[in-house]
């Protein structure tokens, strides 16, 4: 996500689960969120478009990750491949991103 100041976030949310905008904006403290592009995204991240990836990152980036990322033992997340997955132990997906910031983000089933 872009913020109103041009800087960017990454959101890890867990599959099917969307991003709720609302407790997104509050817990950014920003009220003009929008989403990176497909070429602002590959910029950035050197990721295209939907297998951008925590890991590996150019340059560092504020992460934010909803807790049910890491319910499951094991999970996968994008590898900067699309159509291609890394498969890890979310305890090991947390000490590799050692600032990610846990926030409740998802929606809730009853919206």
Do not use: C, H
């Not at 934010?64 to 590898?79: H, K, M, T, W």
């Not at 997955?85 to 997906?93: E, K, M, P, Q």
């Amino acid at each position: 996500y872009r913020l109103s100041d041009n800087q960017l976030i990454i959101s890890l949310m867990a599959a099917q689960r969307q991003n709720n905008w609302k407790t997104l904006r509050r817990t950014l403290g920003d009220n003009r969120l929008t989403t990176a592009g497909d070429e602002e995204m590959l910029r950035i991240t050197g990721y295209p478009s939907g297998a951008v990836s925590p890991l590996g990152l150019p340059n560092p980036l504020r992460i934010l990750a909803d807790p049910a990322v890491f319910a499951p033992q094991e999970i996968s997340i994008g590898s900067g491949i699309r159509g291609t997955t890394v498969i890890l132990r979310s305890a090991d997906l947390q000490r590799a991103l050692p600032n990610v910031e846990l926030v409740p983000l998802g929606k809730s089933d009853s919206l």
